[in-house]
Structures are given as structure tokens and as C-alpha cells.
């Protein structure tokens, strides 16, 4: 007599339960090996699998600017300022692109819809109330954070939280250009009294306070956008700071002006910064004749051989963009050759894109869906017809490169923030009350330091100021 025995309840829970483990460890490693290989192909299964992560279809961002965008393309006449023998102001970027010190007329004139995401989030804030200490003293200090202070047009380190050298670097560029905005102002002393919380990470760790950002998503309205680290400089390979690449490569195309120009489609970065999307590129681009589209793998050993710099990019008439983890700081050098900007749909909005505009006679660059499903059509329809595109990349410069990536733009965006934000805002101290320090001569505590001064501390120092001071 042979006993057979019956499945019970127990046992077929824990084959579910086991198959069920089984098949989630399967899926975890499917997405770390798509979200971090560098191999130029994927398995079907790991395809499939891949997640979209942050930069879903559904939630690209269109850009509406009330301030009319058609207007940036004209020239800006102010006709209450004069120069030389009474002749009205008109921004030149020769004459002007440099200029830290415009007034703010000169700003408003020179710059329309420049301010666009400043007066949203000033809108926002009067709606809701004002930001207060107490908020501000709510934030959790996490990577990349500086707490700042702006008393009398001098700019205090309050605290930092840096946890390595990158973060450093950013966090004083990002001080750096805002010091640089402050003390060139042609009257400091009506610069207002403002304390925030600025953070040099590319996702912002408090979407919903308001934090000084390097960009946000349509959805978070209470960040407050800033110009990015790179304005100042960036440690990067055939980098450095943003006017030095505009003046290579107007130098670079003095020598290779448009016709000379490749027509091809060029992009080169790392596809594990946003794997889904930016292979996604990779894969509507294989075999194109229009293409010289590659990924960056920086351990290998011919990295010289693939890595293109921004001027190198600027002898191809077509230039591929994809965001990275959030935002892409490569778009501003790109923006900066005389060459047609092709990009998806963005997600991320950075302080200066609402200039961006994808038709009509002042279009400025070529936008396309976010998988990248229509580039083919929209490289035939370029390369068919080469007026629109020399068009579409004149534009680009006149806008960009000569006008709101200058140093003068960045200056007048900053000081914009500055008096936005205290619109909203309390009034900051610069002692702590009640504090008496030293026996001799009684006198309150000063609350933080001088950025002159904090920059000439030693890195580890400047990391989690002011504890590592102590």
C-alpha cells in the first residue's frame, strides 16, 4: 500500500511564498543590472523590466510663459536710461554680456521672462503665507544643504552639510556666483536682508519647503530655482567656467561656420544616469545615417577616443540632449554652438527655460518625445530642409548664447531671487539675541561668517561648518 500525501494549505503557501521570493530576487537584479551595466544592449527580460524611474512620459513639462517669449527675440529698448550723449539704452552683448552691474531696468529690459519661475514662486508663497525662522529651522540639513544669510549686502555661511568633494565644489561655485551678483550691484546697500536654505544636489531632498534648488518638477512649487554651480565653473574636462566655453566656441566656428559643419546628430554621455531614458536614445539613433550618437563609459581605455567636449560638439550641426538623474547640466554648453538642439520633453525646469520654444518663426530648438520614438522624423524633416535648421540654430545663439547665458543675465537673476524672496519672507538677524560673549567688552554673538572669509578655510572645515570649526 503506497501512501501518497496531500498538499496542504501549509505547503502551498510556501511554494507561493518561495516562488513569489524567488521571482523578486529575479526582478531586483533585472533592474540593478539595466540601471547600472554600461553594455550597450539589454537583454529582452531587463528591457521590459527596466523602470522609468523619474522621468515618466506622462509628466513632461510644458512651458508657459506670461511674459510673452516671442519678445525675448526682439531687440530691448529702455527708453528711461541713457548712455553716452542721451541715446537709449539697448543690450549688446559685446558691450554688455559681461556686465555684472545692470540695474534692474536694465535687467527687466534686457532679460523679459528671464524672471519667470521667480514670480511664480513668489506668486505661490504670498498665497500661502509668508516663509518664517521657524520653517527654515524645520528643515532636516541633508546633503548638499547651506543655510545662508544675507545682512547689508554681505553674504554669511550660517551652516553647511557637504559629504565629499563634489558636493564642496558645487556649494562654494553656486556662493561664489551669488557673491560675484551681490557686490557688483550698483547699489548694494538697498540689497534686502534674507536667510534661506540653498541645496546643490540634483534632487531636492524637501520638495515641499522652500529650498533654493538647481531645478524642480511642475509639481514642486514651493522650490525656488537658482542658477547651477556650472555658471561659475565646473571641473570638468574641456569645461571650466561657461564664458570660457562661449568664447571657444564662437573662436571654434569662426573657423567652421555652419556649412562647414557635419550634419549629424551628436551625443555623448553616460547612459546609468537615466538608463531607461537615455538608452532609449541610444536605440532610436542605432544605424541612422544622421547618427554619431554613443554612450561615455569613463574607466574605459579609449575614453579620449569617445569623450566629445562642448566646442568638439559645436562642429556638428545637431545636438542630442537627454536629462540625467534629474535635470542635465550639459544642455547650457550645448546651448552655446551655433548648432540645433534636439531634446525631449523635459521634465526638469531650470531657472532659464521658459525661453525654450519649439515652433513657430523664433523656434530655438527641435523637441521631441521623451522616448525619443519621433527623432527619426524629425532628423529627416531637418536634414530636408536646411533652412529651417540654420534657422532654428541662429535663433538658438541670438537667444542663448549672446543673450540669456551670459554673465550679465546670471547677475540680474540672482539679485531678482534676492529681492523675490524677501517679498515673502521674515527679517533676518545677524546676532543672536540675548548672547553675551567676553569679559572685557560685552556684545552679542555674530551668527555665522563671512563667505570671504569661509573661503579661505580648509576643505574639511567647510564641510559641516559650523561644528567642524569648533
Known sequence: MILRRRCGASDCLAFFFITSLLLFFILVCSILYGTRTESPSLPPLVKEVLPAGRCLCEFSTIFQCDTCLDCASSPAVLLNTTSGEGEAWIFDHRRDGHNYGLDENQCDSAFPGLFEDVNRAKKHRKQI????????????MTKGMVRVLIYHGHLHVLQTFLVDNVNRQKALASLSALHRALISSNDRSATPNIEFILSVEDLPAEPEKPLWVLARRAQDKELWLM??????????PQIGTLDEVAIEAVQRESMEPWDQKLEKLVWRGKVTMAPKLRRALLEAAK???????????WAAPNFQQQFKGPVDQCQYKFIAHAEGRSYSGALKYRQLCRSVIVSHKLQWIQHYHYLFLSSGPNQNFVEVERDFSDLSSAMDDLLAHPEKAKRIADNSVAIFRDRYLTAAAEACYWRALVRAYREVTFEPLLYNSGVEVGAAIKRREKRGVRFETFMLYESDKQMEFPQSAE
Open 129 to 140: 503665507g509668508k516663509i518664517t525662522e521657524e520653517e527654515l529651522t524645520s528643515f532636516k
Open 227 to 236: 542658477p547651477d554651480f556650472g555658471w561659475w565653473s565646473w571641473d570638468m
Open 287 to 297: 544605424g541612422q545615417p544622421w547618427s554619431d550618437v554613443g554612450q561615455l563609459k
